[in-house]
């Protein structure tokens, strides 16, 4: 048996019990909320901070990794946007919600534990490369594309939407951890000593903490319709996009190891962001839940599928 079998195992295996503790009562599906909270705006950016003031990028930027990620998310999105308004009949907002639920990766709740699981330090820089820009590409993404599904009708000025986007991208914890990052590399200082202490501290949890808010939100959901369509929508986020990332490693030739953690980036599941800009637009919210939930489901035995695939064209 593959190594990375007990990984996913574990991993997934820890979003189940947090399903279960909220599915039981143990919990309140709203304590996934707090949990969630404290991942997001303390534990992850502490460790993206960690990684880019002490990590070895190298001296190029990685564009050869982002070609390859994020040619596999334009190419889910416009399969699930088309799938969406062409074969569901849904409008142009409700596409834009399926096409950022099909190219949307859970890449920081559930893609760091398996990344350090799996991979281990290596393979956390290198999605922390991806997380980098993930969030400003897909909802800069998402905001162009909603002003195309307003036209002819009333729609935000752009200005005001693009002044909203640029807000949140610089109160977003995530950023400010990488940046902070950068900003320590910069001065060439150590990160030792009592700092060190207290970063490792609080994220070192960060990925079992995670991994169990997931499962927590996932039961607070739950299944609201839309089951064809999230079905749908799943599989071009787990099949497709994970297929075309794979193609697009093998075509630029990355380095093994990069190659494997592109193709294990592009096949984790649906995320909550896509929820988040569904309620921003007021449509498309059963669909992105859904979708999250079923996406969840399944990426246990298509991560592992993909994996295997991987290891044995990149070996």
Known sequence: MPPFIETIAFVFG?????YSAGW???LKPDTGDALADFVFVVAVPLLLFKTMATASFGDAAPWALWIAYYTAAAVAWIAGQLSVVRV????????VVGGIAAAFSNNVLIGIPFMLGVFGQEGFRIISLIIAIHLPIMMASSIILYQWAQRGEKAESPASLFLEFLNGLLRN???IGIVAGL???FT?????GLTSR??????GVAGPVALFSVGLALRKFG???????????????????PAVALAMAWILELPPVTAMVVVAAASMPTGINPYLVASRFGTGQALASNTMIVATALAAFTTAFWLLVAQQVFG
């Open 24 to 26: 039981s009562g143990i």
């Open 88 to 95: 569901f009949g849904r409008d142009r907002r409700a596409g």
């Open 14 to 18: 820890l979003v189940a019990f947090g």
């Open 198 to 203: 207290y970063v490792d501290a609080l994220a």
């Open 183 to 185: 900003a320590w590399r």
């Open 188 to 192: 060439g200082m150590d990160l030792s």
């Open 223 to 241: 299944l609201t319709g839309n089951a064809v369509p999230a079905l749908v929508i799943s599989q071009i986020k787990l099949i497709l996009m």
């Open 173 to 175: 914890p995530l950023i």
